[in-house]
Nanobody
């Protein structure tokens, strides 16, 4: 069983930055593809970014390309989501997810393990 704990959410003005962190526990972190998803009020949960086990392959949703950066530090068992140039439409609960797939996947149902989420609110 993998337990995921997100941190770093909060309230920020439009144009500002936040960095989310996710620290899985219970298994070898480097064996997991890691992803970030988000869910805004009244909307479906959507893919944001994902990173391969080694960090060599990364995928982003078009809506965050050029503004968000996903990274991982396998020595620290942590995955990060650096969010810059935040917009009000980025307001959502952000979830960290993990899966033992070999390839980087963007589909929600592909991820076996999920955190509880952290709230990100961007004011205009």
């Amino acid at each position: 069983q993998v337990q995921l704990v997100e941190s770093g959410g909060g309230l920020v003005q439009a144009g500002g930055s936040l960095r989310l962190s996710c620290a899985p526990s219970g298994r070898t972190f480097s064996n997991y593809v890691m992803g970030w998803f988000r869910q805004a009020p009244g909307k479906e949960r959507e893919f944001v970014a994902a990173i391969s086990r080694s960090g060599g392959t990364i995928k982003y949703a078009d809506s965050v390309k050029g503004r968000f950066t996903i990274s991982r530090d396998n020595a620290k068992n942590t995955v990060y989501l650096q969010m810059n140039s935040l917009k009000p439409e980025d307001t959502a609960i952000y979830y960290c997810a993990a899966d033992r797939s070999i390839v980087v996947v963007t589909i929600i149902s592909s991820y076996a393990y999920w955190g509880q989420g952290t709230q990100v609110t961007v004011s205009s």
